[in-house]
């Protein structure tokens, strides 16, 4: 069984610190992504990774994929309350043959005016 | 619209009952997938469909559960005898196989089990 953990799991910060979330796992995966989910919708992706020590950057969020494909991170920087709701990294493929994404258990990111 | 969409979005139901769960994917997307999310937690896979057929039922918890997409398109997913652990957010997924895996997820349809 492939599990992906994440933390921290709760994040409360002021609007212009910046923070880093974890997604750490025991097992390879061929593709790593980064979903935002707001209350009541469903998760939304904003990036995926692919390549071992691959980084991605999308405006202030840097995602990087660890060199095994074990592991990745979100780095946010200079936060803002726009950016508050849940954050979950999910891994495809590895050991697992089929087509479904493995979540990790979320970051619940609030950021303060 | 152009998106997934899930009916209804909350349901309410008493123990024991039954109860179907549907997912309109995005027009054109052959694999349909459908997930678990408990309050707190991140989703958990239950069903993958390629077409019309169950391509992956690992992920459902019991013989209680069971889903089907009898023309490829929509999908139900419909759960027997509810318990009050069933009370979760379902969601649904689809994607075009085969293009870098990006599932599209609905908004869910939340289960209450009184």
Known sequence: TQLLEQSPQFLSIQEGENLTVYCNSSSVFSSLQWYRQEPGEGPVLLVTVVTGGEVKKLKRLTFQFGDARKDSSLHITAAQPGDTGLYLCAGAGGDNAGNMLTFGGGTRLMVKP | ?114
């Open chain 2, 1 to 114: 619209g152009a998106g997934v969409s899930q009916t209804p979005s909350n349901k309410v139901t008493e123990k024991g009952k039954y109860v179907e769960l549907r997912c309109d994917p995005i027009s054109g997307h052959t694999a349909l997938y459908w997930y678990r999310q408990s309050l707190g937690q991140g989703p958990e896979f239950l069903i993958y469909f390629q077409g019309t057929g169950a391509a992956d039922d690992s992920g459902l918890p019991n013989d209680r559960f069971f889903a089907v997409r009898p023309e490829g398109s929509v999908s139900t997913l419909k759960i027997q005898r509810t318990e009050r652990g069933d009370s979760a957010v379902y969601l649904c997924a689809s994607s075009r196989f085969g293009q870098g895996n990006e599932q599209f997820f609905g908004p869910g349809t939340r289960l209450t089990v009184l």
